[in-house]
C-alpha cells in the first residue's frame, strides 16, 4: 500500500500542535519530531546538552544525544531549541530534563494524536524517517548519521517541516491550512473545539478562516 506522505505529514503536524498546551511535553515531542531521539536517549539528556554553534551562516541548534556510550549531535528547530533551554533552566545542569519510561512517552504521544489514530513513539520516529526519506532518493535516514553538524543542520533546514516551521501555526498562511485541514479531514467545524485541541484564540481562528472563505471565492 503506498504511503500517503499528505496524511502523514498532517498527522505529525497536530501532534506538535496539540501538544503545544504543555510545555514539558509539548518539549519532549519536538526533541523527538526534530531529533528522531529514541528513549534512551530522551532519558540520558541534561541541559548541559543543547548546544548552540555560531557558524558564519548563522547559529546551529542541536543536542547531545548519548545511548549506549556512544554520542551523536543532533540539530533541532530553534523554537525546539527555545522551549528545551525554557524547561532545563530551572534545573540543575547535571540533571535529567525528561524522567519518563518508554510506556509514559507512548502515552504521552497517544494523548495528541489525532482522531482514529493513535500514535506511539516508535511510530512517531517511523514517520518522522518517512517524511524525510522522500527527499534521499532511496538512501536510508540512517545514513545522514554520518554527516557532520553543519551538514545535518543544512539537509534538515531544507527538507525537515518543523526547521522551516510549517509544523507550527505562527505564519498566517501556515495556520489557516491547519485549521482548514482540521475542518475537511477531521469534520471540525467548531472554533472552540479548533481552539481547545490547537491551545489558538478562537478570535484567531474565525478571522483566519473567514479571510480564507473570501481568498478561496476569489480564486475560484
Not at 14 to 22: M, T
Not at 55 to 65: P, R, S, W
Request: hydrophobic share 35%; net charge negative.
Amino acid at each position: 500500500m503506498k504511503v500517503n506522505l499528505v496524511e502523514i505529514e498532517e498527522d505529525l503536524q497536530y501532534i506538535n500542535v496539540a501538544s503545544s498546551r504543555n510545555t514539558g511535553e509539548h518539549g519532549l515531542i519536538r526533541l523527538i519530531l526534530s531529533s528522531m531521539a529514541d528513549a534512551e536517549e530522551i532519558s540520558n539528556i541534561t541541559p548541559r546538552d543543547i548546544a548552540v554553534k555560531q557558524t558564519e551562516k548563522g547559529e546551529i541548534f542541536y543536542v547531545y544525544l548519548k545511548k549506549s556510550g556512544n554520542v551523536r549531535k543532533a540539530p533541532v528547530d530553534r523554537k525546539t531549541y527555545t522551549i528545551l533551554k525554557e524547561i532545563s533552566d530551572s534545573i540543575p545542569k547535571k540533571s535529567k530534563i525528561f524522567n519518563y519510561t518508554q510506556r509514559e512517552i507512548d502515552e504521552i504521544i497517544a494523548k495528541y494524536s489525532p482522531m482514529g489514530r493513535r500514535y506511539s513513539h516508535r511510530y512517531l520516529i517511523r514517520s518522522v524517517k518517512t517524511i524525510i526519506s522522500d527527499n534521499l532518493l532511496g538512501r536510508d535516514v540512517d545514513d545522514l548519521k554520518s554527516a557532520n553538524i553543519e551538514e545535518l543542520w543544512r539537509f534538515m533546514n531544507d527538507f525537515h517541516p518543523i526547521f522551516s516551521g510549517m509544523w507550527d501555526l505562527d505564519e498566517d498562511d501556515v495556520a489557516f491550512d491547519y485549521f482548514q485541514m482540521l475542518s475537511e479531514r477531521h469534520g471540525i467545524s467548531s472554533y472552540s473545539e479548533m481552539a481547545e485541541i490547537s491551545g489558538e484564540k478562537e478570535e484567531r481562528i474565525e478571522k483566519l478562516m473567514r479571510r480564507g472563505w473570501f481568498r478561496n471565492c476569489m480564486d475560484s
